[in-house]
């Protein structure tokens, strides 16, 4: 084995090659297996991408042993203490963090593209009026090539960041409105002297018969929701944004297969289902009953906010959740919080119990997120929807890149077939 390639031997050593070994800036070196099944005839396996590299990328770099999340080299505990949405926002999708002249434009770019086409709006009389909010979004973000046709072009520099800010700007518009439907109450049209957040909220929550305050801590604790949920390398919707943009398909279309992968409850839906699990397992003492069925192989019951592909130690994100927690429920006075009490026993529970423990099961971004949306008034079904604002930057930022690699090809995987082998049809009349 030389420094920069492995070799492969089969086992009776008759044959053998050498895979080249790249080096990315931190982590673990990753081998190159492009010429595997052209010089050896076998292809590799591994179900779920477990140790596969799918692209390479130099927007966010996560060490999942030491708990470690940076965007553009940034970690993001720095980002989250420091920065703001749009501001990590512009570095995710531009690499760098902008001059203020920079930030200046781009946030007047974003404010100028929150409003919807009145068409697009009309949708809204179509669906049902208890419509899962994250139906409505990927339907209403996918039927986005369908009303800006200026953005189409995925090999026009320009036309990629309209769409960019353009999806950026409206995807608080588009919950908002589905938000709205799900209240019976009509749709608040943004306003664009309101920060990114303030006008999340004033969206959501103001009506028209009375004047709406906006309460500056709830914009704050979203701000830095967003920031967390920014990007998160290749998961499982981020991947699909890949794939289904490699096919060069419009941008919208590949951000509607990402929201779509995000609902499953292993991923962002587990935000809701977090809530619903707490809500069920109800007091303290109906805890062990829970940890035990999740422990249990035969139950299909797992513990929701619980462990990750990649974090085997703690996930960062949790961490400076957890502690937002505490501070928004006790800033908006809500000191005595049933369900946060639960979620912190139910922590501590898990934390020590035998099976978590060896299987590095901690709690995830998802664990404490939907006590600080409940905090802020926002209605459980539409928790998955704040991960997908939070997250569309991410995907955006990912397509660009895939968009625009040079040797950039279409996802395309290969498989172990276990069908039948080839056999001949029998007509109808004959099969037994
Ligand atoms: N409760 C009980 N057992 C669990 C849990 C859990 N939450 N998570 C994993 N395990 C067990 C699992 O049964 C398996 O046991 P065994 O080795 O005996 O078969 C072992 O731990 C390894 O789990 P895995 O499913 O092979 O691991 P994975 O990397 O494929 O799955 C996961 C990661 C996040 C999908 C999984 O931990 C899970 O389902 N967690 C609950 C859902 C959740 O909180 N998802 C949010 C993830 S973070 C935010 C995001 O990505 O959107």
Not at 36 to 58: I, K, M
Not at 175 to 183: D, G, I, R
């Amino acid at each position: 084995m030389s420094k920069d390639a492995y070799t492969l031997t089969n086992a009776d050593g008759s044959s053998s090659m050498e895979l080249p070994v790249h080096k990315g800036t931190v982590g673990p070196d990753v081998l190159d297996i492009g010429s595997l099944y052209r010089e050896q005839g076998v292809f590799t396996y591994d179900p779920g991408f477990v140790a596969t590299g799918s692209c390479s990328s130099a927007i966010t770099y996560i060490d999942g042993v030491k708990g470690v999340l940076m965007y553009r080299g940034y970690p993001v505990e720095q980002l989250a203490a420091h920065s703001n949405f749009l501001e990590v926002a512009f570095l995710l999708l531009y690499g760098e963090l902008p001059t203020a002249s920079q930030l200046e434009d781009f946030n007047e770019s974003i404010n100028r593209h929150t409003m919807l086409n009145e068409g697009m709006l009309r949708f809204f009389n179509g669906f049902r009026y208890d419509a899962h909010p994250m139906a409505m979004l990927s339907a209403v973000v996918g039927s986005m090539s369908a009303y800006y046709h200026d953005t189409m072009d995925i090999n026009n520099p320009e036309a990629r960041k309209v769409f960019a800010h353009r999806i950026l700007a409206k995807l608080p518009t588009i919950a908002a409105a589905a938000l709205k439907l799900n209240a019976g109450q009509p749709f608040i049209y943004p306003r664009n002297d309101l920060s990114y957040t303030e006008n999340l909220l004033h969206m959501f929550f103001a009506v028209p018969a009375e004047p709406y305050e906006i309460n500056k801590i709830a914009a704050q604790a979203l701000d830095l929701l967003f920031i967390l949920h920014a990007d998160h390398e290749q998961n499982c919707s981020t991947s699909t944004v890949r794939m289904a943009g490699s096919s060069g398909a419009n941008p919208y279309s590949a951000i509607a297969a990402g929201i779509s992968a995000l609902w499953g409850p292993a991923h962002g839906g587990a935000n809701e289902a977090v809530l619903r699990m707490l809500e069920q397992i109800g007091e303290a003492k109906n805890i062990p009953r829970f940890v035990d069925k999740a422990k249990d192989r035969d139950d299909p019951f797992r513990l929701m906010g619980f462990g990750h592909r990649v974090y085997k130690n703690f996930d960062p994100r949790a961490t400076i959740i957890r502690e937002m927690c505490h501070k928004v429920l006790k800033q908006m006075g809500r000191t005595n919080s049933p369900l946060f009490d639960l979620a912190l026993e139910l922590e501590q529970v898990a934390l020590k119990d035998e099976y978590f423990i060896e299987k590095n099961l901690y709690p995830n971004v998802d664990f404490y997120s939907g006590i600080i949306y409940r905090a802020l008034g926002i209605p459980t079904s539409m928790f998955t929807v704040m991960f997908a604002i939070g997250r569309t930057v991410g995907w955006v930022a990912h397509w660009k890149e895939m968009i625009t690699d040079p040797g950039g090809k279409i996802s395309r995987p290969r498989q172990l077939y276990t069908g039948p082998p080839q056999r001949d049809y029998v007509p109808v009349d004959q099969r037994s």
